[in-house]
């Protein structure tokens, strides 16, 4: 008989059964295995439980139309065998013999005949079961070497697999994008040809995240990737960039660069569409909007560039305010360069400190000063005219602004700090720094201002920071409990350019703020602009209602004022009570404002 | 042309109808004259020399209101009558339950347990099976048929084909006349049944050293067919000649000697590079034996069968249809030449003669063992009585 032929347990035994019925004559056979909990043949070389014995296989499968796995008395022939202890044993019912052998270590087979086996072929079959059990063994090692194997190659796969793609969307990773990439630049250079590189970043995604939280975050990601996969063709790559920014790879556009924009514009129309379309999550319906640049290729040009210029396309497109993708042009990379240099300006200001702190006084009611805004000034020849309203933003752009927040914040204490010493008009409560996002974003920065405090020796009590209405619908959970601790430590709070956003009121309540500073978008011709006045009306009863103050920012004129006043509102900064000043004027006025007369 | 019935009048016996024509068309008018009478089922036993035409039975086939089953065989018989040309139609009083399985090579399950759906067949119900002989899967077909009914089921069947071993369409069913088919017949009543060949030893044992399913390579480590002339040329007057092997081996079967000295017969009908062809497989390593034969020994056997399955029946004409289905190898009727009447006799005999006997010369038997398990048969007679 060949045994062994094979390394599949199933078919070898098969094979082996089969041989068995034929050349010994019988009715039927039956396969009993030892096997694990989950009913997998094993090789078990303790002392034989029946318990541990399974139905393996039986040839035929039935008798009488019932399953030989469900036959009782089989199953007790193979108890009994295994309690005689011996190689082989006979038993007898429904007027067929039933002789069981050992395989060692392996199980019990048992054959059905009419008549019994004869005892010299019997013996003859004690090393034919020997070696089924050797083969059994080389069998299971064998399956369990093909599962390992198997399970290193799917675990591979995955480790592959995750190598190249982004786990949340299972897009394309950025490593992987950059390969493609490569081989769309080598193939289009080859070839003449030209491929094209569309950068998508979704508008608006960190909100969906701050406010839905991340979970909501990664469903929609992961629907947007799902339908940027839709508008691929079976050649592009559709890459998850990072955090709400996707790539899409078109490397094969033809060999006419007017005809391959055509094809680049229908593909970001399609985008467009599919990202607009409304996506449901958890019952909810929400609309992303998306800004897209794109490059087109041709060769001879690095993969970075490729990234850089779509990415520089779409920041255009997104400072536009456009739907439709932007084509990248050197234009932009000049822009970009410009941008650059302005801020190794500002670096270097912040180094040879070229920034000088002035004050916008403010005043109450009946014109005493009652605080003032610190203002950052640029004491460079070249930026002297520029208002911080240009640079402050490119400096918000870069880390940069951080540093400079310090040094404005800590600038400031040590400043209000000389004042104190010179000694303040009673009437003079607050000086109002400001804060900007990324400041109040910084883990540390209760830390900061504690240790400015500390170091200046300032009294905190007449510190007042600024953080504008933007800033609070962004992060509110975060700020409350940011001014809370503040608070605690004596420092106000004011919220400003009020009007310009979209407050929740719920939230504003429970803003522990003393102050609301009216834009000065409002104040401006407020005597002669009925919609400012309404505004206007509208913010200062919500400070008497929320009992915050409510100060006007940029006023100008007499008219505005006496308008103002009519409103109800009673503290004011702007040109009309006096331009920005120095630290040494601001000190003179303070002095001046302490004398008896003033 | 005749009805042939024992009782007109009883709707609990078969209608027999037996013909000498051979046209499609009057076959098609038979099988309509059983079903008017209240037939339930229909059996067809056609001989190859009608040449029917499968494409001009299609729709009458497919169109039968009842089901159909059966095969085309090199001649049929009814009773003691042996047709060379024309057909038997028996009109079953009950529903048969037809199976067909593809025997094409690309339609077989390699897992022989899984090409039959076990689940399909009924437990208790006797089978009767029609194959398509010249397909080279009928073994496989058997053993798949075995593996997934199991022991306690009553098998028998023959293979359908002609002579001239040329395949075309063999089986009938309600799809049509069809070839590379397996026919199972589920019959709602129980089936008694015997197997006989006669064949005796005549030299052996010896031992098949190589072979390959039906082909027997070597025997004792030499050619097979030289040890096979050797001993029939040493211990008979025959000789072989360069085109006379099958002359001869039909006096000469092998026979596979199972451990309770069942002898299973494997007829020689090729030889080719000293190799000996059969019909049926022959396992590597199984002790075989030359047998020969004897006229009066070969007819016994036939009444012998008849007596046996007469004797398992219990003949209790009461629960019975009074039918004896027989398979009769086709290569019987080439041995007993014109004494084949007479084993058509003895099977009459052995069967008694208030039993209808309808018939088939096959190309291989199909039937249980002693030991339950279903085999190809070669030189055998199968009765099953119902």
Redesign the interface.
Known sequence: ?AIGNGLNLNEML?SFM??A????????AHLFLFANEKQEPIHFSEKPVAGQLSHYMS????????S?AKNEGLHQVVCDHLQSNSFSSVAYFNEKVYQSFCIPEQGVIVFE???E??PS?KKSLEPIFKKIALSCYACLVHESLVAEIGARKNAENTIAHQASHDELTQLFNRRALTENLKNAIDSCEKNKKFGALIFIDLNQFKSINDVMGHDVGDLILKEVAYRLKGVARGKDTVARFGGDEFIILLPDLGGCEQVAEQLVNKTTIRILDVIEEPLMVDDLIYNVSCSMGFDIFSGLVSFSNVIKNADLAMYEAKALRQKIAVRYDSSMSEKVNIRSAYISELKNALKNNEFSLCYQPQYDVSHNIIGAEVLLRWNNLKHINESPDVYIPIAEDSELILAIGDWVFYESCRQLKILQDFGLPNSFKKLSINVSARQLGQENFFDTICRAIEASGVNPRQITIEITENILINRIHDVITLISKLNNIGVDCAIDDFGTGYSSLTYLRRLPSSLIKMDRSFVRDIHKDAENRSIAKMIIALGENLEMDILAEGVESAEELQCLKDLGCYQYQGFYFSHPLSFDQFRTLMQQSCLPDS | MAFISFDDNSISKPSIFVSEQSSDKHLLDALTLVVERGAQSLMILACSANQHSAENLLSALQSCPIPICGGVFPSVFFADSKLDKGFIVVGFPFIISVTSYSLISSHINPNASKQVDGEAIHHSRDLLVFIDAMTNTTEFFISSLYEAIGGGIAVIGGGAGSIDFIQRPCVFSRAGLIMNTALVVQLPVSMHCAVEHGWEILSGPYLVTEAEATRVKTINYLPAFDVYKALIEETTAYRFSKDNFFQVSQNFPLGIVGVNNEILVRDPIQMNNNELFCVGSVPVNSMIYVLSGNTEHIISAAENAGKLVGKSSGNDPANSLELSIVFDCVSRVLYLGEKFPLEMAAIQRGLGAKRAIVGALSIGEIANTARGTINLLNKSIVIGNL
């Open positions: 008989m098969q089969r041989v019925i034929a050349r010994l004559d019988l009715s039927s040839i035929p499968v039935q008798y009488l139309g019932v030989w005949s009419v008549i086996i004869e072929i």
